[in-house]
C-alpha cells in the first residue's frame, strides 16, 4: 500500500485542520504570502503560537486590567465594530463617555456647580491623556508669555526622576525640557521642596505622581501645592500642577478619602487616570479631566462636521474602537463606590499578606509603602552572589512574571523586584508566589554565584594583585552586566 506523502490540498473543514497542509508548511513571516489559507488553519496556527506569550493572569509586571466578569466581556464583544469617533451614529456611546467624564472628574472633587458638565476626554491611556494635558499647559503658558511680550522658546516641566517614560515622550515630542528631581537611596518619589526650587518663569507645570510606578508611593502633592503657592506668590508667576494618577486615581477616591491630591487643592488643574489600571478595564482607556473650561484653551479642540453634526475633538488620534468606554461605564455602574472600595480593600490585604511573607523569609528589604498602590516592591539584602535578576529569571519556570529593574538618578545602584496585586490576584494566588519565592531562594543558595568573579566584591586587579570593593561598588558593577545582558535581549521590534 502506497501511503501519499502529499495531504489533501481540499478544504481544511473537510479534513482535521492538523490533518491538513497547512500545519506542516511554513508561513512567510515578514511577507505577504501569494495564496490564501482556510480561516481554520489561520485560526489553529495563531492560536498555536500565542501560546508561547506569558499568561497574563500571571504577569504581576502590569497595573493593567486582565479578568473582568462575562457580562462586561459580552458588552464589550458586541460594541467590537463601533468606532468611538462616529459620534453621530452611535450617540449613546459618546453619551456614556460624557457621563464617565463627570462620575470621574467627581470622584476628583471636580469645582462643578450643580448643573454644569465636566470637562475632560477618554483616551487610549494614561499616556495620550498626559500629551493632551502637556499641550494644554504649554499653551496657556505660551499665551500668557506672547501676552507679556516674553520669550516662548525654553518651556520646561519639573517632575521626579521617577516619572513614566510617557512624560519623557511628552517632552521629546512638545519639545519641553524635563527638569528631573532626582532620587536617592530610600526615596524613591519627587521631593516636592526640590521639585519648587527648580520651578522657573519657564516652567509650564510640575507633574506630581499619584502612585509612583516604581514603588507605588504616592508624592505629597499637598504639600506641593502649598510651597508652589508660597513661590507664585513671591515671584508673580501661576505656575499649575498636573497629576498623574495613571494608578493611583482610583485607589486613593476610596482608600484614603480624605487625602487631598486632587482638585480640593487650588494648583491641580489637570488629572490623568487609566481606565485600564485600577479602574478596572481591559487594555485600552484612560482618562484626563480638567479643573474648568478655563484650563483647557479653546483653540486645541477641534470641530469637524462631516459625519453629521458638529463634533468636538481633542484627541491624539481619531478612530478608535468603543468596547473600552462601555466596559468603563459598566464598572462604574455595577461596581458603584461600594465595589470600588472593596476591590481595593481585597488588593491592600493581599499586598500585606504577600509582604509579611516576603518578610519572614529575613531575605529581602521592602521599598514600598503600605499606603499608595496596592504592590509590594522589594530588593534582596544581599545580592553579592545571587541578584533580584537572577530571581525573576527563576520565578518565570513557576510561570509567574515578576519583573526586576534598577531604579532611577540618583539611586540606579539600587534594584528592585516588583509585584502589582490587581483585583484578580486572590490569597491563593498570594500564598502560592510566597512558596514559590521560598523555593527559589532554596535554589539560588545552592547554585554558584552567577557572576563569580565578583563573590564578595573581591576581584584581581591588573598585576594579580586582590582588589577588595565597596559594597556599593560591586552592586553597580552586578547591575551594569545585567544591564547589559537584558539589553542583549531586547527585541528589535519598535512598539
Ligand atoms: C505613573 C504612570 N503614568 C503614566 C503611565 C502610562 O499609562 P498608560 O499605560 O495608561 O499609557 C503609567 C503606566 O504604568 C504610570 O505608571
Known amino acids: 500500500m502506497v501511503i501519499s506523502k502529499t495531504a489533501s490540498d481540499s478544504d481544511v473543514s473537510v ?91 467627581h470622584l476628583f472633587n471636580a469645582p462643578l456647580r450643580d448643573s454644569e458638565t465636566a470637562v475632560g476626554v477618554g483616551t487610549v491611556g494614561s499616556s495620550e491623556a498626559i500629551m493632551l494635558a502637556g499641550i494644554a499647559f504649554k499653551r496657556k503658558w505660551q499665551k500668557k508669555r506672547k501676552a507679556e511680550g516674553k520669550s516662548v522658546d525654553k518651556p520646561n516641566i519639573v517632575t521626579g526622576a521617577n516619572v513614566q517614560v510617557c512624560w519623557e515622550k511628552f517632552a521629546n515630542y512638545f519639545e519641553v525640557e524635563l527638569k528631573e528631581v532626582k532620587l536617592r537611596e530610600d526615596y524613591y518619589v519627587m521631593d516636592p521642596v526640590k521639585a519648587v526650587e527648580l520651578v522657573d518663569e519657564n516652567t509650564i507645570c510640575v507633574a506630581a505622581i499619584l502612585g509612583s510606578t516604581l514603588n507605588g508611593e504616592f508624592e505629597d502633592v499637598k504639600l506641593l501645592n502649598d510651597l508652589l503657592i508660597e513661590k507664585n506668590k513671591k515671584t508673580g508667576w501661576d505656575t499649575p500642577i498636573h497629576v498623574d494618577a495613571a494608578s493611583g486615581g482610583f485607589i486613593a477616591p476610596f482608600l484614603y478619602p480624605e487625602l487631598e491630591w486632587d482638585f480640593r487643592l487650588p494648583l491641580v488643574k489637570s488629572i490623568n487616570v487609566s481606565g485600564h489600571k485600577y479602574g478596572l478595564v481591559y487594555a485600552g482607556i484612560g482618562w484626563v479631566i480638567w479643573r474648568t473650561k ?67 523569609m529575613g531575605r529581602f528589604k521592602i521599598v514600598s509603602k503600605d499606603n499608595g498602590v496596592p504592590l509590594v516592591a522589594f530588593s534582596l539584602k544581599d545580592n553579592s552572589c545571587h541578584d533580584e535578576f537572577e530571581v525573576s529569571d527563576m520565578l518565570r519556570r513557576f510561570g509567574w512574571i515578576v519583573p526586576a529593574y534598577t531604579m532611577p538618578a540618583d539611586a540606579q545602584h539600587v534594584t528592585v523586584l516588583r509585584v502589582v496585586i490587581r483585583e484578580d490576584f486572590s490569597r491563593t494566588l498570594a500564598e502560592r508566589l510566597i512558596i514559590d519565592i521560598t523555593k527559589v531562594l532554596h535554589e539560588l543558595d545552592a547554585l554558584p554565584a552567577k557572576i563569580s568573579a565578583k563573590i564578595n566584591g573581591v576581584e584581581k586587579g591588573l598585576n594579580g594583585t586582590v582588589v577588595k570593593k565597596t559594597v556599593l561598588e560591586t552592586q553597580r558593577e552586578i547591575t551594569d552586566v545585567w544591564k547589559k545582558f537584558v539589553k542583549a535581549r531586547k527585541t528589535q521590534v519598535i512598539c
Not at 492538523?18 to 513571516?29: D, E, H, I, M, T
Not at 464617565?100 to 472628574?105: E, K, Q, R, S
Not at 468603543?322 to 491592600?348: D, F, P, T
Request: charged fraction near 25%; charge should be negative.
Open 15 to 105: 479534513h482535521s485542520t492538523f490533518a491538513s497542509r497547512y500545519v506542516r508548511s511554513s508561513l512567510p513571516r515578514f511577507k505577504m504570502g501569494e495564496s490564501s489559507i482556510p480561516k481554520e488553519a489561520a485560526y489553529q496556527i495563531i492560536n498555536d503560537e500565542l501560546m508561547l506569550d506569558g499568561n497574563p493572569r500571571l504577569n504581576l509586571a502590569s497595573f493593567v486590567t486582565t479578568w473582568m466578569e462575562p457580562e462586561c466581556d459580552k458588552l464589550m464583544m458586541d460594541a467590537i465594530n463601533k468606532n468611538y469617533v462616529d459620534m453621530d451614529e452611535y450617540p449613546v456611546t459618546t453619551e456614556l463617555q460624557n457621563r464617565c467624564v463627570n462620575m470621574i472628574a
Open 294 to 360: 478655563e484650563d483647557l484653551p479653546e483653540e486645541l479642540i477641534f470641530h469637524i462636521n462631516y459625519l453629521g453634526a458638529d463634533q468636538p475633538t481633542f484627541t491624539l488620534n481619531f478612530s478608535k474602537g468603543s468596547s473600552q468606554v462601555i466596559a468603563q461605564y459598566y464598572q462604574l455602574i455595577r461596581l458603584g463606590y461600594e465595589g470600588y472600595r472593596n476591590v481595593m480593600e481585597n488588593c491592600c490585604e493581599n499586598a500585606i499578606v504577600l509582604r509579611e511573607g516576603l518578610e519572614k
